[in-house]
């Protein structure tokens, strides 16, 4: 064997010089060609997998051939190491051998049970099994194969389970097995197939496929990013649709300082040459693009997915936080994504359990042409503010222009009729910029120097970072319940006192 090698080598050599030379005949030249797309094709599979939970096929050799193991194995990957957990068909082994490491059974008194890392999947590893089944305790070497099934159809994949949503109810994500069936409401459905994993025959037209991992991502919707940035996914996201100067969420305004995040053109007209000559397959937007179809149309053309995602949709402030989990998912960071979003309702829980101030709240700007924006009273902001103990009311005022919109203009008028004894004034920062002073307010409009909040000093603004700040949410809901039970100490991460 080793001869053979050497003497393969030693061919290989020759060819390679002859080519330099130019001096090499076609058909050397063609051997050379055809050795290297032989050599690319028979390198190594990756066995890396993203991390999460997975089921694979395993089998054994080795032995007297009466034991074997479960004929499926759980792999478990974190931070890029897998283990695996096999369950044998016996209750004798004591321990195992794993690389020289042992082992010890972990289920006393049933099937003799071992979890231990391997280098992923597919991988083939020797192995020591300690069995007491006979007069005296014997190491018998195996060999275990860890592989991904090869033939898989989707009409026989099974529900496994559900990823457990406690607010949001614009989304769901229905497990089977290695498999994640996404559905956003009225924005179509997604199989996430992790590294790997084989993707099934008979996928439903209607059902994207998206192949993890996911990167070079082109991200449209900016109020998302925050929540990517806050699961370690940004690594996954090379192109936006903001520009440096237009990001208040600090690291992507660091990424796209240092080059590894680009500006690809805005929602409604993108890059199209750029993002495919970078790779990119798979685009967040938001439902902005509804208004560009064609965009849609045409990323899709180009074989660059598209996901719409409806954060803004949730009327709990805290459904549209738990996205969070959609997007730790699809970038492989599913834990990090439920830790985060697990301390941020723990945060604000006592604040949810109190009962409400009966105090009025009034969330606006003032837009250039002198109208207020406000927000829906079926809307999250609106929900937050009831979260932290206040009230929004419009008084009788009714939205006129039935849209999907969060937000509706009133007229200065209609406004100050609704709005005169509100207890607090919280300024939408993000719509027009901040304010720096009462004084600037009433400037706008002299009529809000009758405002009850006004002459108490119970005037806030928002920064203009509001609509990215995604994961803001408590902090906002902190705030506003310190305004208005006077508890606390006056510190306010979200809101500023003018």
């Known amino acids: 064997m080793k001869s053979r090698k050497l003497t393969v080598i030693i061919v ?12 090499g005949s076609t058909a050397e030249k063609e051997q050379v060609q055809h050795a290297a797309e032989t050599q690319t094709a028979t390198a190594e599979p990756d066995t890396s997998l993203e991390d999460g939970e997975y089921t694979v096929n395993v089998e054994l050799e080795g032995g007297s051939g009466r034991a074997s193991v479960d004929s499926e194995a759980k792999v478990k990957v974190t931070d890029g190491q897998a283990y695996a957990t096999i369950v044998w068909s016996s209750t004798y082994y004591d321990y195992m051998l ?22 992923g999947v597919p991988c083939t590893m020797d192995v020591v ?7 005296q305790p ?21 529900q496994t389970g559900q990823v457990k949503l406690s607010y949001a109810d614009q989304f769901q994500i229905d497990e089977y097995g290695n498999y ?14 992790p590294k790997g994993v084989p993707v099934p025959a008979d996928v439903p037209e209607d059902v994207t496929v998206l192949q993890q991992p996911l990167n070079h991502v082109y991200l449209v919707s900016s109020a998302v990013m925050d929540l990517i940035c806050q699961t370690g996914g940004l690594s996954h996201v090379a192109y936006t649709a903001l520009k440096e100067d237009d990001w208040y969420v600090q690291q992507a305004k660091d990424a796209m300082a240092d080059g590894s995040l680009v500006y690809a053109g805005k929602y409604s007209a993108p890059d199209y040459e750029q993002l495919l000559q970078g790779g990119c397959t798979f685009a967040i937007e938001n439902t902005m693009v509804t208004h560009n179809p064609e965009v849609k149309e045409k990323l899709e053309e180009l074989g660059i997915r598209v996901m719409v995602e409806r954060s803004s949709y949730e009327k709990h402030p805290l459904g549209r936080l738990e996205w969070i989990k959609l997007f730790g998912i699809l970038f492989g960071k599913q834990q990090q994504a439920d830790d985060y979003f697990n301390k941020q309702v723990k945060r604000v829980k ?9 105090k009025k709240v009034a969330f606006f700007a003032v837009s250039s042409d002198g109208t207020i924006t406000v927000r829906k009273p079926n809307d999250y902001v609106s929900a937050m503010i009831g979260l932290a103990g206040g009230t929004y009311s419009l008084g009788n005022y009714t939205d006129e222009e039935k849209n999907a919109l969060s937000t509706m203009k009133m007229q200065m008028e209609d406004f100050y009729s609704a709005e005169i004894d509100a207890d607090v004034l919280i300024y939408n920062g993000t719509i027009e910029g901040e304010l720096t002073s009462i004084d600037e307010l009433v400037k706008k409009n002299s009529l809000f120097a009758d405002f009850q909040a006004v002459k108490s000093g119970q005037v806030y603004t928002t920064g203009s970072n509001f609509y990215q700040q995604s994961t803001g949410t408590c902090d906002f809901i902190e705030d506003l319940n310190q305004i208005l039970t006077g508890e606390g100490d006056g510190t306010y991460r979200f809101l500023k006192k003018l």
């Open 12 to 23: 290989s050599l020759c060819m390679c010089v002859s080519v330099l030379s130019g001096c």
């Open 98 to 119: 794993v690389d020289g490491k042992k082992y010890t059974n972990e289920n006393e008194g049933g099937n003799s049970t071992f979890t231990f890392p391997i280098a």
């Open 129 to 135: 099994g300690d069995t007491t089944a006979m007069s």
């Open 138 to 158: 014997h190491e018998i070497d195996y060999t275990l194969t860890f592989s991904f099934a090869k033939d898989v159809s989707f009409k026989e994949l099974k």
């Open 180 to 193: 994640k069936l996404i559905t956003i409401v009225d924005n179509g459905r997604f199989l996430l197939i």
């Open 350 to 358: 006592p604040i949810m359990e109190k009962k409400s101030t009966g």
